[in-house]
């Protein structure tokens, strides 16, 4: 028998023998008057004599995570979310069931107890415990070393333990949640209406992505993991909903990095009689209150690099970027010929039949973007592969899109809506010629979309912003899978 499996018969015959004493193993409700961070704050500076005079009562729960035996006491460590505090089990203070169960207590046992607040010989704040009550039961032991949990695979594919193991990761999640209430918050302050769409789509659209596919058997048709809401949420704009926002999950079919996950979380606003200049100034604001909530300042560090985000911030347009990297004239950027020797010059990988258009992207992705630490606008973006993008009334081959950029990868994407029907439905149909030529991730033809168009859609900027890959910029985190509690892996072995 392996060791796991014995230290596991070992704990499920301590469970018997509690309910041989006639203590439930598995108990039901228990009344928690205090939580364990609440006592540290409020007492946990109070003197030995303090603490004695005042002999403040709690009542709390949580999981066992130290515990040291001596005599007739011992002391044991409760976690209650992140925080911890010790306790005194003394054979005296306790009834003759209490003290039964903490002869059968191990390492990620349940209990709740009563008792009062004191200093230990050594100072410690403590716990005295006058009444115990045994909650739950842990079969298996914590994993070898795991108050210092650092292998990789084990902590996102058991995340409980991971949060068991490293209080620190509470506190990341915890952020996560008030990073995206403070979202939230800002967006119906300023009139947005939180909106919710279809996460399955008859037909995918909204971003250039592969969709996971899924069939629905009582309509028989296949439908679609939703890849972005855009669509639906501008035929809301028709509809005559002014201002809208979903927060949102979206499935993509494409590789899995250290900033793409195939299921993740985004942020859509829209916004009608508004463009993407608009969206720069209120994307600025949306993304410095926040630090400034959450973190305290709009000077943060990032994986070793000061990011300023106090505005305004850098505005680059997509070419001149391009050019000014990589010491390119202008004019080498509008011929397939000349752009494919000068990627192939700068070492970029690109298809020999890739189109103009991917070939400059590719340069773009590779050689521009991992410069773009401090946070920058890119802007003035091809309209061929701005296919849902308003083109500019200075130069019809270029949109009113912006992507921002903060530590070398997209947080955001913003445009002014193209509105014009008839201009749509020739993208679409452009769209639907690469798809036929093998793009996977090419645009479908949606008749719907664009008889939604035909009734009139009002001047509108819309954007999307990457929670996930925010929530790692102010948690100061490299890999998305340590913002996303249940990341996508392999199947287990």
Sequence with gaps: MDELN????QRIKKLDQLRQAGVAPYGSRFE???RVGQLIMLHSEKTKDVLEQEKIPCTIAGRVVALRRFGKAG??????GSDRLQVYLKKDLLSEQAYIVTEQLDLGDWIGITGVLFRTKTNEFTVEVHQLTFLSKALRPLPEKWHGLTDVETRYRQRYVDLIANPQVHQIFASRSRIIAGIRAFLIERGFLEVETPMMHPIPGGAAAKPFVTHHNALGVDLYLRIAPELYLKRLIVGGFPRVF????????EGISTIHNPEFTML??????ADYDDLIQLTEEIISTLAQQILGNTVITYQGKEIVLTPPWRRWSYHQAICEVNSLDPSVLRDRNTVLAAARRLHVPVDSDASLFNIVNEIFEKTVEPNLQQPTFITDYPIDISPLARRKDSDPTLTDRFELYIAGREIANAFSELNDPLDQRERFEGQAAQRKAGDEEAHHVDEDFLRALEFGMPPTAGEGIGIDRLIMLF???ASIRDVVLFPQLRPEK
């Design 475 to 477: 948690t100061d985190q």
């Design 246 to 253: 979903e927060i949102n999950r979206n499935f993509r079919n």
């Design 268 to 273: 859509e606003f829209y916004v009608s009689y």
């Design 75 to 80: 002391f044991a460590v409760l976690q209650d």
């Design 6 to 9: 014995e230290q596991r018969q």
């Design 32 to 34: 928690v008057k205090d």
